[in-house]
């Protein structure tokens, strides 16, 4: 009886740990210029694509990561965060304007929807989101 009850919690730990990995990589990607029309502009016409253009060596995109992560999870699944750092994907990063990091835009239908640039304080980002996808969920 004890190995079956092991077994058993054994299996759904596992389906559980799954379903987070699949969670993950449909709320964050990474793009570069090899893959952002896939990723981001073909992607956006069915789910909203942030897009926060970013550097390591940038401490203020350093500052906005992990707020943009926490908020992605949190709105599992309402839009896809794709982390596109510039010295990967300088040509994507010129043809969308991007003067300075970090810099966020939302796609929708393959285009740009909003945007703002530097670091936000979360309650204004929140906002921002809520405006763009309709609302709260």
């Not at 077994?7 to 709320?27: G, P, S």
């Not at 965060?81 to 929708?108: C, E, H, T, W």
Request: charged fraction near 35%; proline fraction near 4%; glycine fraction near 6%.
């Amino acid at each position: 009886m004890d190995e079956e009850i092991e077994k058993i919690k054994k299996e759904k730990m596992m389906k559980m740990l799954e379903k987070m990995k699949e969670e993950k990589m449909e709320t964050e990607i990474e793009a570069t210029d090899g893959d952002f029309q896939e990723k981001v502009i073909e992607r956006s016409k069915d789910v909203p694509v942030v897009v926060d253009f970013w550097a390591q060596w940038c401490t203020p995109c350093l500052m906005l990561g992990p707020i943009m992560e926490k908020l992605a999870k949190e709105y599992s699944g309402r839009f896809i965060l794709a982390k596109v750092s510039v010295d990967n994907a300088r040509s994507s990063a010129q043809a969308y304007g991007v003067m300075g990091i970090p810099s966020v835009k939302m796609f929708k239908d393959g285009k740009v929807v909003d945007e703002f640039t530097g670091v936000q304080p979360e309650a204004a980002i929140r906002e921002w989101l809520d405006r763009n996808l309709g609302g709260k969920e």
